[in-house]
């Protein structure tokens, strides 16, 4: 899975920047996808693009169980968030209805990766390649039930063992 | 095994479980509100037409609704969730639906309590964050998503990894003008927002003993801030006492036992803790209110799930009474029976003759929905649980988070106070 980053260097982005408060009684996944990051980065709208990853520091998503947070990115055209680690309702959010993967990464692919590098993610691999810099690094690998979920497509298609 | 581990193995037929275990827990308790509700709809919509069934719920008795984010309707879109929402709770038979404006309804967690839906040792999951707030009773209580909670509805259970715990034991109790908010943001403020992440935040120790229930709640509620998937107390015979009250019946305590293992115990001595804020943008970063910035405050607000129980509106009359307001008050009672003991025990004389307003139940403005929320650069100081930036307004408003004591004093003076510090 290729696509271009859009860096956001710091810890903590909670889901009232991912979706402000305002926008709960939207259930309408386009428009919601309108006010996605409005919080922190009003640009977000303009410049996403389908295919784009989200790279960001440690407990990315923290704050509320809205489901409207994976919703927005996911419809924004955001296919994974690469993050140092992810709050723990919008990681299962993100994975149970399949709308983007949430990619544990390390302090070196965090360090390294630059806002609009390519980087090309291989889950079977566990391996992130920056193709702008031709620098690859190593992805924490998913858990057992995340990552059956994940080939699944969501929750609802997974059939428990 | 601990509490949690009971709960869990029980629930998903095990004769235990141990932490990162994967389980399938049948679930006894499922909440939805007026934004999870319409979530969830719109989930079962993208179902059908996959053509999965989603004709009937596994257990109508075991689902509850609450209106609470967006009501009284702030604007059309609220209103057309309300009306789905009522819809919805015909065609799957829920008979439990409290809607403003009949009688009793509220913030869901508050209804949790206020109402008994919730008994000791249950497996409750709700489609909100904050559904953490129930573990005071002694329940296995977790916030999940929209998808999750169709799953749950469809099917009454749900997967989880069984969390690690972190146990805290308050020893010896809060001095008078400290509150279990002071505590829980000590807490956070030491462990982080991300100190509990996938964790069971337990809480013990002669100070939580001789805590109210109320009190416990608190607790529990802002376990979320620090990422965790639960807060609980092992329930006692003020639970009991409690819930029966209440209306709940075939109580049955649990308790973990004597040989639980904890992934990390912090103690914490009560006579020590003192008043302390959540100073914007984050509930860690907190400071303690006599060296709190000298900042002039816009609003205080007492309200949501967190601070507008009961005895958190008790806890602000007692400052309020005699007292004028020097700044934007509101008061909103957390439920409609809370706001009918305020109003029979003089609470509500008390905050009308200091200038407070006071609202109906309400998430309101605690989540920048309606009801209050802040403009550029207002200051708020509130009972509230997030001060993320845009909470509870404008992005650049800035919220203090405090205890409804340190709420009620800073309303009276407009700078924030401890409430030893009032003339």
């Given at each position: 899975m290729k696509g271009h980053i859009i860096k956001y260097?710091?810890?903590?982005?909670?889901t009232d920047v991912i979706i402000p408060g305002q926008y709960l009684k939207v259930h309408d996944y386009a428009e919601l996808a309108t006010h996605a990051m409005e919080g922190l980065d009003p640009d977000f709208h303009s410049k996403v693009k389908d295919g784009d990853f989200i790279l960001s520091g440690k407990n990315f998503g923290c704050g509320s169980s809205r489901e409207h947070a994976p919703i927005a990115l996911s419809h924004s055209g955001i296919k994974a968030v690469l993050a140092l680690s992810f709050a723990r309702i919008f990681y299962r959010n993100a994975v149970d209805g399949a709308f983007l993967l949430p990619i544990e990464i390390g302090e070196d692919a965090y360090n390294a990766i630059s806002e609009g590098d390519e980087v090309n993610i291989d889950i079977g691999k566990n391996e992130i390649k920056n193709i702008t810099k031709n620098q690859t690094y190593k992805m924490k690998p998913f858990s057992e039930i995340i990552g059956k979920i994940i080939e699944a497509g969501g929750l609802f298609n997974y059939k428990p063992d | 095994m601990n509490i949690v581990e009971k709960i869990l193995a029980r629930a998903s037929g095990r004769d235990s479980v141990a932490p990162d275990d994967v389980i399938f827990a049948n679930v006894d308790k499922a909440m939805v509100h007026d934004v999870s509700g319409p979530g969830v709809i719109k989930v079962f919509d993208k179902l059908k037409k996959q053509g999965i069934d989603v004709s009937k719920l596994w257990d109508p008795s075991k689902v509850w609704v609450a209106e609470d984010h967006f009501v009284p309707s702030a604007e059309k879109v609220s209103a057309e969730n309300i009306v789905k929402l009522s819809n919805f709770t015909k065609n799957y038979g829920i008979q439990k639906h409290f809607k403003y404006g009949m009688g009793q309804y509220g913030i869901c967690h508050t209804l949790s309590h206020e109402e008994a839906l919730v008994l000791p040792g249950e497996v409750y999951v709700g489609g909100d964050s904050h559904t953490n707030t129930t573990g005071a009773l002694g329940a296995f209580a977790c916030g999940l998503g929209h998808t999750d909670v169709a799953y749950v509805l469809l099917y009454g259970k749900i997967w989880f990894k069984v969390p690690e715990t972190i146990y805290f034991k308050l020893n010896g109790k809060l001095p008078e003008h400290v509150m279990a908010k002071d505590f829980i943001l000590k807490i956070i403020g030491d462990?982080?927002?991300?100190?509990g992440n996938y964790k069971t935040m337990q809480f013990g120790g002669s100070g939580v003993d001789v805590m109210s229930v109320e009190s416990r709640l608190t607790l529990c509620n802002m376990t979320t801030e620090a990422g965790a998937k639960n807060g609980i107390v092992e329930p006692d015979q003020k639970v009991v006492d409690y819930l029966t009250s209440r209306g709940a019946t075939n109580i049955s305590l649990i308790k973990g036992d004597e040989n639980a293992e904890y992934s990390q115990i912090i103690e914490y001595e009560g006579s020590e803790m003192e008043p302390l804020v959540a100073k914007p943008f984050s509930p860690e970063n907190i400071a303690v209110v006599r060296d709190a910035p000298s900042v002039d405050l816009d609003k205080s607000y007492i309200g949501s799930c967190t601070g507008a129980k009961y005895e958190d509106l008790e806890a602000a009359a007692k400052i309020l009474k005699g007292r004028k307001v020097k700044i934007r008050t509101e008061v909103l009672p957390a439920s409609i029976s809370i706001y009918k003991r305020a109003m029979e025990n003089g609470l509500l004389t008390i905050f009308l003759d200091a200038g407070v307003t006071i609202g109906p139940p309400t998430c309101g403005a605690c989540c920048g929905a309606h009801m209050g929320v802040l403009a550029k650069d207002e200051i708020c100081i509130s009972t509230t649980n997030r001060n993320f930036p845009?909470?509870?307004?404008?992005?650049?408003s800035q919220t203090y988070l405090s205890s409804p004591l340190v709420a009620a004093a800073s309303a009276v003076t407009g700078k924030i106070t401890d409430p030893r510090d009032l003339p």
């Amino acid at each position: 899975m290729k696509g271009h980053i859009i860096k956001y260097a710091r810890d903590n982005i909670d889901t009232d920047v991912i979706i402000p408060g305002q926008y709960l009684k939207v259930h309408d996944y386009a428009e919601l996808a309108t006010h996605a990051m409005e919080g922190l980065d009003p640009d977000f709208h303009s410049k996403v693009k389908d295919g784009d990853f989200i790279l960001s520091g440690k407990n990315f998503g923290c704050g509320s169980s809205r489901e409207h947070a994976p919703i927005a990115l996911s419809h924004s055209g955001i296919k994974a968030v690469l993050a140092l680690s992810f709050a723990r309702i919008f990681y299962r959010n993100a994975v149970d209805g399949a709308f983007l993967l949430p990619i544990e990464i390390g302090e070196d692919a965090y360090n390294a990766i630059s806002e609009g590098d390519e980087v090309n993610i291989d889950i079977g691999k566990n391996e992130i390649k920056n193709i702008t810099k031709n620098q690859t690094y190593k992805m924490k690998p998913f858990s057992e039930i995340i990552g059956k979920i994940i080939e699944a497509g969501g929750l609802f298609n997974y059939k428990p063992d | 095994m601990n509490i949690v581990e009971k709960i869990l193995a029980r629930a998903s037929g095990r004769d235990s479980v141990a932490p990162d275990d994967v389980i399938f827990a049948n679930v006894d308790k499922a909440m939805v509100h007026d934004v999870s509700g319409p979530g969830v709809i719109k989930v079962f919509d993208k179902l059908k037409k996959q053509g999965i069934d989603v004709s009937k719920l596994w257990d109508p008795s075991k689902v509850w609704v609450a209106e609470d984010h967006f009501v009284p309707s702030a604007e059309k879109v609220s209103a057309e969730n309300i009306v789905k929402l009522s819809n919805f709770t015909k065609n799957y038979g829920i008979q439990k639906h409290f809607k403003y404006g009949m009688g009793q309804y509220g913030i869901c967690h508050t209804l949790s309590h206020e109402e008994a839906l919730v008994l000791p040792g249950e497996v409750y999951v709700g489609g909100d964050s904050h559904t953490n707030t129930t573990g005071a009773l002694g329940a296995f209580a977790c916030g999940l998503g929209h998808t999750d909670v169709a799953y749950v509805l469809l099917y009454g259970k749900i997967w989880f990894k069984v969390p690690e715990t972190i146990y805290f034991k308050l020893n010896g109790k809060l001095p008078e003008h400290v509150m279990a908010k002071d505590f829980i943001l000590k807490i956070i403020g030491d462990i982080g927002t991300d100190g509990g992440n996938y964790k069971t935040m337990q809480f013990g120790g002669s100070g939580v003993d001789v805590m109210s229930v109320e009190s416990r709640l608190t607790l529990c509620n802002m376990t979320t801030e620090a990422g965790a998937k639960n807060g609980i107390v092992e329930p006692d015979q003020k639970v009991v006492d409690y819930l029966t009250s209440r209306g709940a019946t075939n109580i049955s305590l649990i308790k973990g036992d004597e040989n639980a293992e904890y992934s990390q115990i912090i103690e914490y001595e009560g006579s020590e803790m003192e008043p302390l804020v959540a100073k914007p943008f984050s509930p860690e970063n907190i400071a303690v209110v006599r060296d709190a910035p000298s900042v002039d405050l816009d609003k205080s607000y007492i309200g949501s799930c967190t601070g507008a129980k009961y005895e958190d509106l008790e806890a602000a009359a007692k400052i309020l009474k005699g007292r004028k307001v020097k700044i934007r008050t509101e008061v909103l009672p957390a439920s409609i029976s809370i706001y009918k003991r305020a109003m029979e025990n003089g609470l509500l004389t008390i905050f009308l003759d200091a200038g407070v307003t006071i609202g109906p139940p309400t998430c309101g403005a605690c989540c920048g929905a309606h009801m209050g929320v802040l403009a550029k650069d207002e200051i708020c100081i509130s009972t509230t649980n997030r001060n993320f930036p845009g909470r509870m307004g404008h992005v650049d408003s800035q919220t203090y988070l405090s205890s409804p004591l340190v709420a009620a004093a800073s309303a009276v003076t407009g700078k924030i106070t401890d409430p030893r510090d009032l003339p």
